[in-house]
């Protein structure tokens, strides 16, 4: 199995910018699929996801700011991020777990099963 996360890179506050996430090996649309962030410092932090049912699920810090979709022809599942803070700067990774975990579990690194090499996200002030 592997996720691919691309699309990080430098933007000014009050931009957008959109990852997206490759999976090889799996098909996304019968896992849940999660993005996390990892500011330096701090621990890896859940963002929101999608689950194999197509709902999504997210944190208050990013809610009507960043959108999750999926694309099960492309096996490919994206972050759209607006509206960007500094505070949103971070390495931010794909994640995907099994259908079966329960929520609760999403929203944390301990629901999911596997791991992209995360891509950086850079806000400048």
């Known amino acids: 199995v592997q996720l691919q996360a691309s699309g990080g890179g430098l933007v000014q506050a009050g931009g957008s910018l959109r990852l997206s996430c490759a999976a090889s090996?799996?098909?996304?649309?019968?896992?849940?699929m999660g993005w996390f962030r990892q500011a330096p410092g701090k621990e890896r932090e859940f963002v929101g996801g999608?689950?194999?049912?197509?709902?999504?699920y997210g944190t208050d810090s990013v809610k009507g700011r960043f959108t999750i979709s999926r694309d099960n022809a492309k096996n490919t599942v994206d972050l759209q991020m607006n509206s960007q803070r500094p505070e949103d700067t971070a390495v931010y990774y794909c994640?995907?777990?099994?259908?079966?975990?329960?929520?609760?579990?999403?929203?944390?690194?301990?629901?999911?099963?596997?791991w992209g090499q995360g891509t950086l996200v850079t806000v400048s002030s």
């Open positions: 999608i689950r194999w049912s197509g709902n999504t």
């Open positions: 994640a995907a777990g099994d259908k079966r975990h329960i929520l609760s579990t999403l929203l944390g690194p301990g629901g999911y099963d596997y």
């Open positions: 090996g799996i098909t996304i649309r019968t896992y849940n």
